[in-house]
């Protein structure tokens, strides 16, 4: 069974740092492309960044490039984005999803990680 | 970037009607439109992928249609679990994909 289970999530002060795990299992890890979508407190979904399975391309949304870092360790089956200088306009829930194999949609996804930015 | 407008932003039905959204994109994107639902507290569940196409284990009732700019996502026979939030998302410009506002579907 596919499953992907982010972690990480928290209450962090404006400018502060956080970094959000996603840990994946039920499938051959390395040979799929993920992505980051957030979704702010009652409003919809936003891309944030995608990585492809050997790490060499990644994008980032404008909002967060800079900030942000996607990373991924295959050999532990894990996804990874570093936060930096965040601010509340990032408070969100995070979700990493899969693309599925070949495709351009996100065939499954993880239940999220909450992150809040407030003092 | 790509602008998804759907319609309605929400809608009431009552079981075992047939609800049709509409999504609409700011330039064309053939046919790379997806579907997903959202129930409360959950996370997105992919329903259709490439405008039309079924995803394993999605119910029948559910379909896609449309090319180019307009889009729609039919639910016949609405059942209780339907009710949900119902998001369109373009996947021309991978990975700069982006989502439709959603439809919130409520119970009449």
């Known amino acids: 069974e596919v499953q992907l289970v982010e972690s990480g999530g928290g209450l962090v002060q404006p400018g502060g740092s956080l970094r959000l795990s996603c840990a994946a299992s039920g499938f051959n890890f390395s040979t799929y492309i993920m992505n980051w979508v957030r979704q702010a407190p009652g409003q919809g979904l936003e891309w944030v960044s995608y990585?492809?399975?050997?790490?060499?391309?990644?994008h980032y949304a404008d909002s967060v490039k800079g900030r942000f870092t996607i990373s991924r360790d295959n050999a532990k089956n894990s996804l990874y984005l570093q936060m930096n200088s965040l601010r509340a306009e990032d408070t969100a829930i995070y979700y990493c999803a899969r693309y599925g194999s070949g495709s351009l949609w996100n065939d499954y996804w993880g239940q999220g990680a909450l992150v809040t930015v407030s003092s | 970037d790509i602008q998804m407008t759907q319609s309605p932003s929400s809608l009431s039905a009552s079981v075992g009607d047939r609800v049709t959204i509409t999504c609409r994109a700011s330039?064309?994107?053939?046919?790379?439109l997806n579907w997903y639902q959202q129930r409360p507290g959950k996370a997105p569940k992919l329903l259709i992928y490439?405008?039309?196409s079924l995803q394993s284990g999605v119910p029948s009732r559910f379909s896609g249609s449309g090319s180019g700019t307009d889009f729609t996502l039919t639910i016949n026979s609405l059942q209780p679990e339907d009710f949900a939030t119902y998001y369109c998302q373009q996947s021309y410009s991978t990975p700069r994909v982006t989502f439709g506002q959603g439809t919130r579907l409520e119970i009449k």
């Open positions: 990585i492809s399975r050997s790490s060499t391309t990644i």
């Open positions: 330039q064309s994107i053939s046919s790379f």
């Open positions: 490439t405008a039309s």
